[in-house]
């Protein structure tokens, strides 16, 4: 630090800092204004630099950012459990380790079985999803600086008497989240299954088609089938992304089951990276550990690349409301009939935007989302028929009931 420089170096200078401290002081500054955009409803229309997480249910993506953690505080469970995004803000500490969720502030939460139930209250209802994150700082000397936003995992079938759309509800979400230009996108895919059918690359290529954002996590290495491996996928042959793979290991339901923490895991993985003779010539780019270093170095250089356009962006976006405001004063006035109209005017058109959304006529058509006049229509021509569905022949003995209820005492 500044203060511990030697005498031969000089006293620091006006304003001098450190290059780790200036890009500790980006990660902040961004982590800030994520904060105030999620206390505001993500209002804002702004592609902020994050990192996002996408993989199917089974991928293991839960696994990873535990093992990122270094505690279990992710809900498991079967079906879809994460039904809205968590936005995950971790800070180092020396010794202390404690969560704080973004909707209660006040309260530090150093129970991670509390975090998981917290998490889970805040859920929405089952086979209903949020696109409203939850936020959520763990302090904790195991993490670096880091923040990701943690997404409901990938569906392909409905299971569980889980309704059709929610497949479409859970892609739509993932969609709005990783078309975002500043979104760097970890596409967690396990090694047991094949690359070419993973949900994760799959979406992130829609997107992202040149493979520039997308950083690839291969999972469940230690699962794979007797006398294969992942070498030409993890040394970026097979699949190319300008970011790379890192490969991890997670634990198993049994190690979960058994008890086994996650230092265990951590433990095993470096065993098998630097034991494995496919695998030994890149141990020191795999394993967790390395992964933190590298999202942490990743996300801090692409906060800095796109700071300039952040800025632009919300210095036109604060002029724009200034004029807003300003036009609203004019038009209002200070009498009070002027006052009235002016609501009245506000609610008619609130009503015709509402009206043209719904009846698909919209001026505006979005070509990225489907509409909310289009997903209540889907809605309305599959689940709810499917669920209003009556069999109407009536059965024999329906019919014996009748007969002899209309014959009485008679």
């Known amino acids: 630090m500044a203060a511990n420089r030697s005498a031969a170096n000089g006293p620091p200078r006006q304003n001098e800092e450190s290059e780790p401290e ?13 904060s105030k955009l999620v206390a505001n409803g993500y209002s804002l229309d702004l592609s902020l630099p994050q990192i996002v997480v996408v993989g199917s249910q089974s991928a293991g993506k839960s696994s990873v950012l535990e093992n990122i953690v270094g505690r ?18 971790l800070y180092p500490t020396q010794n202390e380790e404690y969560a704080v ?17 917290e998490i889970l209250a805040q859920m929405p209802p089952r086979h209903s999803f949020s696109s409203v994150p939850i936020e959520l700082k ?34 739509e979400m993932v969609l709005n989240y990783i078309r975002q230009p500043e979104s760097l ?12 059918t993973s949900d994760a690359l799959e979406i992130a290529r829609t997107v992202d088609p040149q493979r520039m954002r997308t950083i690839g996590v291969l999972t469940k290495l230690d699962l794979m089938d007797e006398g294969t491996d992942a070498r030409d996928i993890l040394e970026n042959r097979q699949v190319t992304l300008k970011r790379g793979w890192v490969g991890v290991l997670n634990r198993s339901q049994l190690d979960i089951d058994e008890g ?35 999202l942490q170095r990743t996300l801090k250089s692409h906060i800095k690349a796109a700071l300039p356009d952040v800025r632009t962006k919300l210095a036109e976006k604060l002029a724009g409301y200034r004029k807003k405001l300003k036009d609203f004063k004019e038009s209002v006035g200070e009498e009070s009939g002027g006052k ?9 058109n609130f009503i015709k935007d509402i009206e043209l959304k719904l009846l698909g006529n919209s001026e505006l058509v979005d070509m990225n989302a489907v509409s909310a006049g289009a997903y209540i229509n ?9 669920n209003l569905k009556l069999n109407l022949v009536p059965k024999d003995e329906d019919m014996t009931i009748v007969i002899t209820n209309l014959h009485g005492i008679s």
């Open 378 to 386: 889907f809605k309305l021509n599959t689940e709810v028929q499917n």
């Open 22 to 34: 200036r890009e500790r002081d980006l990660i902040d500054m961004m982590n800030d204004l994520q």
């Open 260 to 294: 086994r923490d996650i230092q265990y895991i951590l433990d095993k993985e470096k065993r098998f990276f630097s034991e494995k003779a496919c695998y030994k010539h890149i141990a020191d780019r795999m394993g967790t550990p390395y992964l933190q270093r590298m």
């Open 185 to 196: 996108i970890l596409a967690v895919t396990p090694a047991n299954q094949d690359l070419a």
């Open 340 to 348: 009235q109209y002016y609501m009245i005017k506000l609610v008619n």
């Open 72 to 89: 279990e505080f992710l809900p498991r469970g079967c079906g879809v459990v994460t039904r809205r995004p968590t936005l995950i803000q």
């Open 101 to 117: 969720f973004g909707h209660r502030e006040n309260q530090k939460f150093t129970d991670f079985n509390a975090v998981k139930e």
């Open 138 to 171: 763990i302090y904790s000397p195991r993490v670096l600086k880091l923040t990701v936003v943690d997404l409901p995992g990938l569906v392909r079938v409905a299971v569980d008497g889980q309704p059709e759309g929610n497949i479409l509800e859970v892609r």
